[in-house]
């Protein structure tokens, strides 16, 4: 398996009386602060209420690939949205696979 870093952006679109008092009634808890790569993902927003970032973890197979983690991250980050009553639009994704990063470990050198 493979494990991505997905962060998906868009916009707030639509908000009526209802989805604005239930996103501001959890601002708190969903701030930049808050912020998580996990399986379940993380939503924050900002107090205006104008854009939001999704964060998340996901693992696919080496075969399903970036385009498969794009497409769980978004279903996660809609699913986000949704809970509170909102709609989104102008969505995009950034992923990072993090089978590919490589560690630099800082080299000491020692004086003599």
Known sequence: MQTYRAT????F???D???RAALLAAADEHDMYSAAYTEAGTLTYDPTLSW???RCEVRVSP???AAA???RAGALARRAVAAFGADHR???SELVNMDEIKIRRKVRSRKG
Do not use: N, T, Y
């Open 8 to 11: 998906v952006r868009g916009r």
């Open 13 to 15: 679109d639509g908000l």
């Open 17 to 19: 009386e209802g989805a």
């Open 52 to 54: 939001f970032a999704f």
């Open 63 to 65: 075969e399903e690939g």
């Open 69 to 71: 983690a794009e497409e």
């Open 90 to 92: 102008d969505l995009r």
